[in-house]
């Protein structure tokens, strides 16, 4: 089984900036992707966005040209700098890693979530 652990969330003004991490530990034997989702308070969780092991990725419309998702295939590390940050972008940020375990079984993890709180 996957562990996830997310930190880097805060309070930040709009305009601002913020960098998430997240670490995955556990049996893994591959990631086949690694995505940042988020929560807003009142509203379904929706992906924010996605990187491949290949290092292909995708990005939600409302984040795109101020977001940027990167990995760290060695480390089963993924980051997310977050730019230009608007009150919108407040919610509850989940890292999920979809893995293979070094005994061949797949399974989708999901960290705690670390709140983003931009102010207006």
């Known amino acids: 089984q996957v562990q996830l652990v997310e930190s880097g969330g805060g309070l930040v003004q709009a305009g601002g900036s913020l960098r998430l991490s997240c670490a995955a530990s556990?049996?893994?034997?591959?990631?086949?992707?690694m995505a940042w989702y988020r929560q807003a308070p009142g509203k379904e969780r929706e992906l924010a966005a996605r990187?491949?092991?290949?290092?292909?990725?995708n990005y939600a419309d409302s984040v795109k040209g101020r977001f940027t998702i990167s990995r760290i295939n060695d480390k089963n590390t993924v980051y997310l700098q977050m730019n230009n940050l608007q009150p919108e972008d407040t919610g509850v940020y989940y890292c999920n890693a979809a893995v293979v375990s070094r005994v061949g079984r797949f399974s989708n993890g999901w960290g705690q979530g670390t709140q983003v709180t931009v102010s207006s």
């Open positions: 990187i491949t092991g290949g290092g292909s990725t």
């Open positions: 556990g049996s893994i034997a591959s990631i086949a992707h």
